[in-house]
Every structure is written in C-alpha cells, then in structure tokens.
C-alpha cells in the first residue's frame, strides 16, 4: 500500500512538469480563436408602404409567405387614381390647344401687321395729294381731314398689332419656333400627368426585393392607407448576416477578412462558414439615446461591445436562417496569445546582455 501510493506521488510530481509545459504551450500558442455568443441572424427587412393614400382593394399575399422582386403584394382602389390620370390628359390637351391658339394668334397679328403697312404707304400717299390739293385750295377741308384720319387710324392699327404680338410671343416664351412639347405650359402640364400615372402605378404595391412577408394580418381590404404608414413587413430570405458584438478587448487582432465558423443554436452540429464583412468604428453604447457619461462622478468602467459585421458564404446550401436566431461565432484571428508581458520584457531584457556576452 505504501508503495502504491509513493509510485502514485512520484508519477504525480513527474507529470507535474509535463502538465505545466504542456498548459504553457498551450495558453502561448492558443488564443487566436475569438469566439461570442452575442451574435444573432440580420436580413434586410422593410415595412413595405406606399407614398399614395387610399382603401385597400386587395391583398394578394398571405402571412410567412416567400415572394419574388415584383410580385404584387397589396393594391389600392384604383378609381381616384385613374380619374386624376383622366383629368391631367385633358388639361394636357387643352393646354396644347391653347399654345397652338396663342401661335395662330402672333401669325394673325403678324398678317395684320403686314396689311397695315400696305395701307399706310396708300394712306400716306393719298394724305400728301390732299394736303397739296388743299393748299391751292382744290379740294374741300373735309376731304383733308378724312385722308389725315384715315392714315392716323392706319398707324394706330400697326402699333395695337405689334404690342398683340408681342403679349402672344412673351405668353409663348419669347419665340414662335419653340415646338409645343417644349413650351412651359406643356412641361408642366405633362408633369402633372406623370405625377398622376405615378400614382396609379404606385397603388399597386410590389416586392422591392426577394423574400418573405409577414405581418400581413394586420392589413385588411377596405383599410385606409396614408404615407408612411406600413402595410405589410418583407424579410430577406437571401441577403443574411451575423451581428456580432464581441468585447473590446478581443479586437486586438481582428481585422475585416478573417475567416468565421458560425453555429446557430436551431440547428445543433451544423456549421456555416463566413468572414468578417467590416468592424463599427463606435461602440454599440455610443448610439444609444442616453450615452454613457464618463466625467460623471458615478462613472464606473464597464468593458464595451463593439458591433462586427459578419458576412455568410454559404448559407444557400444549409438549412434555412431566420432574422434574430442566436449564432455562437467563433473568428480565427490567426494571432496566437504569446507570451506575458512579463516574460516578454525578460526575455527582450535579457537579449542585449547576452549578444554582449
């Protein structure tokens, strides 16, 4: 018996220093695994809306179910909408009427113009025969006056034509040779027919991308909508990620680019492979609505989070990811513990003396 327990002591005390080696070199060479388990599944997710009010029509998608960019998932009422397209076409026509009137206008003032040129060469010629006429006195003082009146009512008409054609010019911007679709009126005009098929177009509602609709119990048909308010949510089935948030003081090695093995508690023995995607350049505290207050006199250290962006290389060929499923992440910083601080400072102490020597 003593025997067995002296063999006993004396393996003990020979393995001690093997154990201890062994944990050194392990502890030296180990550390360049970060792992966390406050990490959790993100997808792209909207609450899908429409920037047009109206009653709801249709909904023609239900709860949980996967869709496709562009599938129709609710509409609205058309007929307030096709009615405002109705009344935008007819103002557009009438306003294309109206600058086609305005140009035949300026030509007819143009033409009355011309004629009154015509006749004021006439009237002016007529008025100097009446007036040598009447200086020898030929003819009477009534003849006289109605020459004198008729070339004053000819010049009259040519400044009332000229001032007509120039309020038609400045109504058609400054140019007759302007085509109708450019003029401003028309523009303008033809933006509030496409303000108007915008939002016909928008009372349909559709899938801004692929993925899975929820929350679709809480729009009903006959419902009113009116911006911003959320008809339905769609999640992304295809565009995941992990947001992880690992301690400070394990991002002493971590860089955007290293490899990440990713296990989701659902799905127990599987394993996704990822990369880190980018690292926050705040602490998730700093964006918080009441940030710590460290020049407080309660101020106590608290080691911070700081969010990691984690990308999924192939989460296509695993079973399905779910928005928020809890992921233990473990990140292969590929830089090993070392030694301690003050094994180091030895040793680097003890190098200069010894290349002395």
Do not use: C
């Amino acid at each position: 018996m003593i025997e067995r327990r002296l063999f006993v002591r004396t393996t003990l005390f020979a393995l001690l220093p093997i154990a201890l080696v062994v944990g050194g070199y392990l502890y030296v060479t180990g550390g360049q695994i970060i792992s966390t388990d406050n990490a959790y599944i993100q997808a792209d997710h909207v609450g899908v809306s429409t920037d047009v009010s109206g009653l709801v029509a249709s909904v023609d998608v239900k709860d949980n179910q996967r869709v496709v960019k562009g599938q129709v998932l609710f509409t609205l009422k058309p007929e307030p909408f096709e009615i405002a397209l109705a009344s935008a076409r007819a103002q557009l026509n009438n306003v294309r009427n109206q600058i086609l009137n305005l140009q035949a206008n300026y030509r007819q003032a143009q033409a009355e113009i011309d004629q009154a040129q015509i006749d004021l060469a006439y009237y002016q010629a007529s008025f100097q025969r009446q007036q040598t006429l009447l200086s020898v006195s030929a003819v009477s003082r009534t003849n006289y006056d109605d020459a004198k009146h008729a070339l004053d009512s000819t010049r009259q008409k040519i400044t009332v034509a000229r001032a007509t054609a120039q309020m038609v010019l400045a109504q058609l911007g400054g140019t007759i040779d302007t085509p109708v679709e450019q003029q401003s009126t028309y523009l303008i005009a033809q933006a509030a027919v496409d303000e108007a098929r915008r939002n016909l177009d928008n009372s349909v509602v559709r899938a801004s991308f692929d993925g899975v609709v929820t929350n679709v119990d809480s729009l009903q048909v006959g419902s009113y909508l009116q911006p911003p308010q959320s008809g339905i949510s769609l999640v992304s089935a295809d565009h995941l990620w992990v947001a992880a948030s690992p301690k400070e003081t394990e991002l002493t090695h971590m860089k955007p680019g290293q490899p990440v093995e990713i296990s989701v508690d659902s799905y127990p023995g599987v394993q996704w492979h990822g990369t880190v995607d980018s690292i926050s350049p705040a602490s998730g505290s700093s964006f918080s609505l009441l940030p710590a207050q460290n020049t407080t006199g309660n101020w106590v250290k608290v080691v911070q989070r700081i969010p990691v962006r984690i990308s999924i290389d192939d989460a296509g060929q695993k079973p399905p990811l779910r928005t928020g499923m809890s992921v233990q992440a473990e990140i292969d910083t590929g830089s090993a513990r070392g030694l301690p601080h003050l094994f180091s400072g030895l040793l680097a102490s003890k190098a200069p003396a010894l290349a002395h020597e």
